[in-house]
């Protein structure tokens, strides 16, 4: 009889061979950056979403948002009804694609404090979201 030692492998070592199309969900709820906040948090609670993709008129993803981020900003002073999504979102990004290494993704998401992150193509087009487990 031979004695093997088995070791524990990390969870990281199991990021480094895996990429983001290997973890991401699937695209979920998609809005426009037209939408008002006080509907996009209404689509999200009646899809039972924690966020959605936002995308420009053209359909290419411009961001993501969040429950916490929308009720953030309607619960603000200078908040409106007229606020649309694109106000609340600013810039585009961050973004990854399904070929990016998962240790990559989790790294950028762990240093930026996301929750989600949008999986897009070459073209822009949302393929899906990476999310951290809860």
């Known amino acids: 009889m031979t004695l093997v030692q088995m070791q524990p492998r990390s969870a990281h070592a199991d990021l480094v061979h895996r990429t983001v199309d290997d973890a991401m969900e699937t695209a979920g709820p998609q809005i426009g950056d037209d939408m008002t906040v006080e509907v996009a948090l209404a689509v999200m609670a009646g899809a039972r979403a924690d966020h959605l993709l936002v995308c420009d008129e053209d359909g290419l993803c411009t961001g993501l948002v969040t429950r916490a981020q929308l ?16 106000d609340v979102l600013g810039d585009r990004g961050p973004f990854t694609s399904p070929t990016t290494a998962m240790a990559e993704a989790d790294y950028a998401m762990r240093y930026r404090r996301l929750t989600a992150l949008p999986v897009v193509d070459e073209q822009g087009s949302a393929l899906g979201v990476l999310a951290l487990s809860r």
Do not use: C, G, M, P
């Open 71 to 86: 009720t953030t900003v309607r619960d603000s002073a200078a908040y409106t009804d007229r606020i649309r999504l694109r």
